[in-house]
């Protein structure tokens, strides 16, 4: 039945829908947009994913960007190292060639972070530095509707470290993550808090045929240049790269999230080999700074009960649809540790929490204050969420909790077996564990 | 096997005013182009297609709509800019032209602030004319479903363009 007679006439929306209906078409399409589609067809390698080859892993860089993000409001930035994917063809190995005889690169990022169907918006932009081997420095300015923070964020992966400054404060926080650094070399994709450094290795696993399978997507003028493009998915997201056809750097990446809903990352303006100031790159805090340490612990098992929990009694005694660094995750946490949020408030500035004052900075005192108390809190809620999202193909992980009540007896909502065990870990509904053998994981209800 | 020479070259039009109307200038529309027929292409290794033309209206006004609010977010933090590749007026009144050319302007903003599925079904419906069961088909929706769904969208709407002019009355 079309019900078009029973709405009541509006002018407005008639008359802009009589517009839009009416809006002149350019001539088009024209013979080189219709030649790059069928070049595109014909080159295209698109083969869907399995959900359980889809990689889940995490970078130990989350939980800084997490920190941040729960302390000044930052966006996730820093979190999107963590996407994968690649492609089996000629010139995606020509890309990686490319960017294994770097020895600096400067880009630039923009990142915007859409939550609660845009009420919650997020833009960071910024610029990046890297340099051979292993050093990268990034430079982000992240804007709300109510705020502006700046932020600086340096690592040296060889060294195992890394430093956060937040000019406005004068607050340094150095950050030992040797032991996530050795964690995340048990998995043979692990994550990289570098984001350049990331995007190497993702065309080298690409066009080491280690990766996923990616699209081809044909050619495309970007920035004046001549470029081909290749997409890669997994169950992180999305990566768009868009490479000089000529030389086969990259022009321009894109980063879109699944398991980071809502996160959309655009890196562009590539400049390479260029002579970088070692100082930009220096672990020291700057003079005139305070500064706080922070030791990076890997995650266990027992953190993604918690989290489990913690998500479940947030979202009325109900597991939520999806397991990913969303809204529901993040509102759980930030319920969680607003209580020492707001002691940190009081004691500081009175009754007023962090988020009363729109626009005000936290005293150099008060982050460093807050950065020792929440740190390991925030630790501590995240890590079951990390712990997850780091998991690989070779752990089978499974979720199927959407829908059910926590407590549920008999009940299993999450399995995976663990790396080098024979047996699956099958997480239920009460939080309970047990350990069962793939046969009977086969029978387990739920999707896969 | 799909002869896509032949597709493209019959739905290429459809496809490309499709995009045009929505997104409002060749750039973006030219990429909508693109990635509707490569989206086409992933569809038809997975299922026959019976109908292109509703499949890739469908994918151009997803694809489009996905711009559009793409763009709408880059506009509230950048300033606007003057697309020199926006699309060339027709030969009309100019004050007629410039009003309807503003009133698309802003149902295109609208659109980027509906839910996706609500937005696509006003696009299929109010703009390229697909019936109820033809967008249910589609978008594996009831009819009834569509309507409610279409009425929400119009409501909406209603409501974003009314702040939209009430601002501007103000400015």
Request: net charge neutral; proline share 5%; aromatic share 6%.
């Amino acid at each position: 039945v079309e019900d078009r007679q029973d709405e009541p006439v509006d002018d407005l929306l008639e008359r802009a829908t009589e517009a839009l209906r009416r809006a002149p078409v350019p001539q088009g399409p024209s013979a080189e947009a219709i030649a790059r589609v069928m070049e595109t067809i014909q080159t295209a390698d698109v083969v869907p994913q399995p959900v359980q080859e889809r990689v889940r892993k995490m970078t130990r860089i989350v939980k800084i960007a997490i920190a941040a993000t729960i302390l000044v409001g930052l966006g996730v930035l820093a979190s999107w190292t963590m996407i994968g994917g690649g492609s089996g063809n000629i010139a995606f190995a020509a890309v990686a060639e490319a960017l294994d005889q770097l020895r600096s690169a400067s880009f630039d990022i923009n990142t915007e972070t859409n939550w609660d169907a845009g009420k919650r918006h997020v833009t960071t932009s910024g610029k990046g530095y890297f340099l051979a081997p292993s050093k990268q420095r990034t430079e982000i300015s992240s804007t709300t509707a109510k705020n502006t923070s700046k932020m600086v964020m340096i690592f040296d992966q060889e060294a195992g470290k890394g430093l956060m400054l937040m000019s406005d404060q004068k607050f340094a926080m150095a950050m030992d993550i040797a032991k996530m650094k050795e964690n995340a070399k048990k998995s043979a994709k692990g994550a990289s808090p570098d984001l350049f450094e990331t995007v190497r290795r993702l065309v080298r696993e690409g066009s080491s045929g280690t990766g996923e399978k990616a699209e081809n997507l044909g050619k495309k003028e970007i920035d004046g240049h001549p470029a081909v493009g290749f997409r890669t998915h997994n169950a992180m997201g999305d990566m768009t790269l868009w490479a000089d056809a000529q030389t086969a750097r990259p022009i321009r990446v894109e980063l879109t999230g699944e398991m980071f809903e809502g996160v959309r990352m655009v890196m562009s303006h590539f400049r390479y080999n260029l002579a970088l100031d070692p100082s930009l790159f220096s672990l020291e805090p700057p003079a005139g700074y305070s500064s706080q340490t922070v030791n990076f612990q890997p995650p266990v098992e027992a953190d993604l009960l918690r989290m489990l929990r913690m998500v479940a009694e947030h979202g009325k005694g109900m597991f939520p649809a999806k397991l990913a660094m969303n809204k529901e995750v993040m509102d759980a946490v930030m319920a969680a540790v607003q209580p020492e949020v707001n002691k940190i408030a009081a004691k500081h500035i009175g009754k007023a929490n962090l988020k009363a004052k729109p626009g005000e900075q936290p005293s150099s005192a008060m982050m460093a204050d807050t950065m020792k108390t929440l740190m390991p809190l925030v630790q501590k809620q995240m890590g079951g969420i990390i712990f997850y999202m780091q998991l690989t193909p070779e752990n089978d992980a499974h979720y199927a909790g959407g829908g059910v009540k926590l407590g549920t007896p008999d009940r299993p909502i999450l399995w995976y077996r663990p790396s080098g065990a024979a047996k699956y870990r099958v997480v239920y509904a009460d939080l309970g564990v047990k350990e069962m053998s793939a046969e009977e994981v086969k029978k387990l209800p739920g999707p896969r | 096997v799909t002869d896509w020479k032949i597709i493209v070259e019959q739905y290429g039009g459809l496809v490309w005013a499709t995009a045009c109307r929505l997104v409002g200038n060749g750039v973006d529309a030219s990429d909508c182009f693109q990635e509707t027929f490569l989206e086409a292409v992933k569809i038809s290794r997975k299922e026959p297609v019976r109908d292109w033309s509703a499949l890739l209206r469908h994918l151009a006004t997803a694809r489009s709509l996905d711009r559009l609010r793409a763009r709408c977010r880059q506009r509230e933090r950048t300033p606007a800019m003057t697309d020199p590749d926006a699309v060339a007026g027709r030969e009309a009144d100019p004050a007629d032209e410039a009003q309807a050319s503003e009133l698309a302007e802003r149902l295109r903003t609208a659109l980027a602030e509906l839910p996706a599925e609500q937005a696509e079904i006003f696009c299929l419906s109010c703009i390229n004319g697909l019936s109820y069961r033809e967008i249910g088909e589609r978008l594996r929706l009831s009819t009834n479903a569509v309507g409610v769904q279409l009425h929400r969208a119009r409501g909406r709407l209603r409501e974003l363009l009314a702040t939209v002019d009430t601002t501007t009355n103000e400015d």
